[in-house]
């Protein structure tokens, strides 16, 4: 049988971003970058017949996470909007611009690093928001935290995490010291102002160094697979751990248990019914015998589902932002250019160019499309992310080249913690930062810096 093993880690002197980090590293002549220092290390292994054990092509590392997750898991994952159609754009997006290499130029030495609202990263890659990621693997947010920690690379907070914000925060420090490792918060702005400004404030606390507030998803879109198998995480207290944790939104539950009081609960009982009880009652804070005999478990859950999300959401209510945190702003969902160009007026600090993975609009633009016509409206006057189809070293080459910042990934460092938890997330990433670093010098660049318009045909 061929052993396997993760490839690389922080902790390794080998590892890419840690060479990469190093000013031995970057000083020295024979400085590498974490593309050939990756690829060399898994060769190196493949001579003693060890191969990596999360798959360095994307489609690859997709088939063997769906092995592993289950039904529900992978339906909520790699599922999309109605038939697919904006997950098929994201792809054609890419496959229609072409990288135009250049030669003879010296690239023995790379900079993939880049500066985000003050704080150098090693790489334009941040690890997307994912909610209900305990679907995929039990330690969930904590793993994947730990895993950017590794990379040095920011992560954003799921709104829909299953851990607290505070706790994934506590894991990065462990990892890479005390506010070393960048994360930032995405928001869901809820119907309850109360609880916006909670969890405002308990990013702030956490060290946030941005809050990106998300604004395609104030309706859940149409999504096959999860509706023909009747899941939907959040209903069984999957993913609403920033919730339950909440001091706002416990006090809203307490007050609509009160509320209830004495009222006759209509509830179909169900092998189905039972289990989701069970569910909710496991992740409510508390022992699970007490939350069994609680009403508060399933209270949460249905205000959850009442209040997490406001269709009102307007420009009105970005405003008010300014005077509710001191973070950088930054709003995700754009695909349009006036409303990029609305975001430059308001003052805010970015946008992040998305269509949420393809998973609220069947059949909207595609990510890359849509950021080629907003990068020349903002002109550089915000930070602006692409987010949505990135699945390799070249696919952050073109979006940069087209006026990206930096890019978001999401379901690939899924797909690495569904099939080796931290490690796996932590390599999925590495996978793609090291063929981007490839990517630059082959197409006769040496640093991110130099990737424009000009490198596309």
């Known amino acids: 049988m061929t052993e396997t093993k993760p490839t690389g880690g922080a902790a390794d002197s080998q590892d890419p971003l840690a060479a990469q980090d190093s000013p031995t590293a ?12 990756r690829q060399n290390r898994i060769y190196r292994d493949g001579v003693f017949g060890r191969r990596p054990a999360i798959p360095t092509h994307f489609a690859a590392l997709e088939k063997a996470a769906r092995r592993r997750m289950s039904r529900r898991a ?11 159609a904006t997950m098929e754009a994201n792809r054609a997006s890419f496959d229609r611009h072409r ?11 790379r900079d993939l690093s880049v500066e985000l609202f003050g704080r150098r990263i090693p790489a334009p890659v941040l690890f997307a928001p994912v909610g209900a990621a305990e679907l995929v693997h039990p330690e969930a947010d904590v793993a994947i935290a730990q895993a950017a920690a590794e990379l040095g690379v920011p992560y954003i907070f799921s709104n829909q995490g299953c851990a607290p914000m505070e706790d994934a925060a506590a894991a990065m420090d462990r990892v890479a010291g005390a506010g070393a490792a960048p994360h930032w918060f995405q928001l869901y702005w809820s119907t309850d102002e109360e609880l916006v400004d909670s969890l405002i404030g308990r990013a702030e606390r956490s060290g946030a160094d941005a809050l990106v507030v998300t604004l395609d998803t104030t309706m859940l879109g149409w999504r096959p697979r999860d509706l023909d198998i009747g899941s939907l995480p959040f209903a069984r207290g999957e993913g609403i751990a920033q919730y339950t944790s909440d001091p706002r939104f416990v006090r809203i539950v307490k007050d609509r248990v009160r509320a209830a009081a004495g009222a006759k609960a209509d509830v179909e009982v169900t092998w189905g019914a039972v289990r989701s009880l069970i569910s909710m009652s496991r992740r409510y804070p508390g022992a699970l015998a007490a939350n069994l005999r609680s009403p508060e478990p399933r209270a949460a859950v249905e205000t959850f589902l009442d209040i ?30 006036d409303d990029a160009r609305r975001a430059v007026d308001e003052g805010l600090d970015g946008i992040v160019v998305s269509n949420h993975g393809g998973r609220q609009v069947d059949g909207a633009i595609g990510s890359l499309d849509a950021l080629e016509a907003i990068a020349p409206v903002v002109d550089g006057r915000l930070t602006v992310l692409l987010d949505s189809g990135v699945r390799g070293g070249a696919d ?9 910042d930096a890019v978001t ?12 938890g931290r490690d796996g997330a932590r390599e999925a990433v590495a996978n793609i930062i090291a063929e981007l670093d490839l990517t630059v010098g ?14 596309l045909s």
């Open 26 to 37: 970057q000083d020295s002549p024979t400085a590498q970058g974490p593309g050939r220092e």
């Open 74 to 84: 992978w339906a909520y994952v790699a599922g999309g909007a109605g038939a697919g």
């Open 99 to 109: 990288i135009v290499p250049r030669v003879l130029r010296d690239v023995s030495r």
């Open 308 to 337: 997490y999300s406001r269709p009102s959401l307007s420009w009105a209510d970005i405003a008010t932002l300014r005077d509710r945190t001191r973070l950088p702003v930054l709003l995700k969902g754009v695909l349009h250019p």
């Open 396 to 404: 952050v080459f073109k979006a940069l080249a087209l006026g990206a």
């Open 409 to 420: 990934v999401g379901r690939p460092h899924l797909y690495g913690l569904a099939l080796g």
């Open 442 to 455: 082959l197409a006769g660049l040496t640093s991110v810096g130099e990737v424009t318009r000009d490198s």
